[in-house]
């Protein structure tokens, strides 16, 4: 298995890049958000990898951290989830997001990401959910269980809540409580967060 590459970057594309190593280009399929941050040709990268073997085929993914890289291997863990999808569901939530997603049980976030339905959907929430509990998908170190904090009784589950009812998706109102000293009262986490989720709209 190749842990990591780590060579020159000569050639980023929406779906993949080229790192030359001791005269090899290796093709990573990667995300979005690693192919968008990887670097200017000619930079010195390091990708994390993973090599998918299949019958016919020998695909190398990249990513630009362990976590993303984590939650591409949980991801498709999931039956019926594949590299594809994974790397389809990475370019439209990053890791910390797809944890948030996971405990909110928003299904309609991860559908955002292309060829990813329903059912897929609700299948990663319901089989990454216990398989996630303690395990960190951040650098900063947030877990779920972190993040399930926030869909409790407390003040600041109150505040989810509440924003949910007001019509933002349950990730992207539990990212922004999350990130709220914990000892405010809900009303201020509401008006807070309100200000915050309305000038990403």
Do not use: P, W
């Given at each position: 298995?190749?842990?990591?590459?780590?060579?020159?970057?000569?050639?980023?594309?929406?779906?993949?890049?080229?790192?030359?190593?001791?005269?090899?280009?290796?093709?990573?399929?990667?995300?979005?958000?690693?192919?968008?941050?990887?670097?200017k040709i000619g930079d010195i990268i390091r990708l994390y990898t993973y090599l998918s073997v299949?019958?016919?085929?020998?695909?190398?993914?990249?990513?630009?951290?362990?976590?993303?890289?984590?939650?591409?291997?949980?991801?498709?863990?999931?039956?019926?989830v594949g590299p594809k999808a994974a790397v389809s569901i990475l370019s439209e939530m990053s890791a910390d997001k797809l944890a948030l997603a996971v405990a909110a049980g928003d299904t309609k976030a991860i559908t955002k990401a292309n060829g990813v339905g329903k059912k897929i959907a609700e299948r990663?929430?319901?089989?990454?959910?216990?398989?996630l509990a303690g395990v960190?998908?951040?650098?900063?170190?947030?877990?779920?269980?972190?993040?399930?904090?926030?869909?409790?009784?407390s003040p600041a589950g109150e505040a989810v809540a509440a924003l949910v009812a007001l019509g933002f998706s349950k990730s992207d109102a539990a990212a922004a409580v999350g990130a709220m000293d914990k000892s405010l009262p809900a009303d201020e986490m509401i008006r807070q967060g309100l200000r915050q989720l309305s000038r990403n709209l």
């Open positions: 298995m190749i842990y990591s590459l780590t060579g020159e970057l000569t050639y980023v594309g929406e779906q993949f890049v080229v790192v030359e190593c001791g005269g090899v280009g290796f093709k990573c399929f990667t995300s979005l958000a690693t192919a968008s941050n990887a670097g299949k019958e016919d085929s020998l695909d190398l993914y990249g990513f630009k951290t362990e976590s993303e890289l984590n939650a591409f291997k949980l991801l498709i863990s999931v039956s019926g990663i929430v319901l089989e990454l959910k216990d398989k960190s998908l951040s650098d900063s170190g947030s877990t779920v269980s972190a993040a399930a904090s926030v869909f409790d009784d």
